[in-house]
């Protein structure tokens, strides 16, 4: 029968990657998403509104019916609320709703897809995606010797690595926790060379198959 144990070790934190803070700041910054979707659909209702009030204007001015015909119910409707009146109100409270929205999406920084990696160059600022950090650490713990598997999550703060291995009855805890240190290492060193901006420190899990 095979029974699943998991022993948390935090593996010290990754050691710090030369740079000035400054420059990693810059680096985050710089491959934080643009809010350029947003932009263009509030560019296009803006554009289809005032295009549309610009021909109502031009229609009138020429004295088309059927501008004036709406015109005149748009008037009449108009004519008929209040500011006190429910429509008006709610009205109102919507754009506020939409115009404040607008105005966090653009304060608010973007969350980026990038992991900043420290370069020499000030000027230079390059990043790699997740899925490819995750895929370069999980490499560097399955090359450690007694790992079977290796599951890498990247958080704000830590880097997790939940690593599967054979754990037997002669190694003990202290086999045990060899093996995750030697994980959290190579794992810590990876990130060093990578110059990766990514968490404080490096918590490796062991989830282990007992052995006969």
């Not at 680096?27 to 263009?40: E, F, H, K, Q, T």
């Not at 950090?133 to 999550?153: E, F, M, N, Q």
């Amino acid at each position: 029968m095979t029974t699943l144990q998991e022993t948390p070790v935090v593996a010290g934190g990754a050691p710090e990657a030369p740079g000035r803070p400054a420059d990693r700041r810059r680096a985050v910054r710089s491959l934080r998403p643009d809010r350029s979707p947003a932009g263009a659909v509030t560019a296009l209702a803006a554009s289809a509104v005032l295009c549309a009030a610009a021909g109502g204007t031009v229609a009138l001015l020429t004295g088309a019916p059927a501008a004036q015909e709406a015109y005149a119910g748009l008037a009449a409707g108009a004519g008929a609320l209040s500011w006190s009146d429910p429509a008006v109100l709610g009205a109102g409270l919507a754009l506020a709703a939409v115009g404040a929205c607008l105005v966090a999406l653009a304060l608010v920084p973007g969350r980026t897809r990038l992991v900043p990696l420290e370069t020499g160059d000030p000027l230079a600022v390059i990043g790699l995606t997740r899925p490819g950090l995750r895929r370069t650490l999980r490499a560097a713990a399955l090359a450690v010797d007694g790992v079977a598997g290796a599951r890498v999550r990247l958080g704000r703060r830590q880097v997790e690595v939940v690593v599967v291995a054979e754990v037997s009855g002669a190694d003990g805890a202290d086999g045990a926790e060899r093996l995750l240190r030697r994980v959290g290492a190579a794992v810590g060193d990876r990130l060093v060379e990578l110059g990766a901006v990514c968490g404080d420190e490096v918590v490796v899990r062991l989830r282990g198959r007992a052995g006969r």
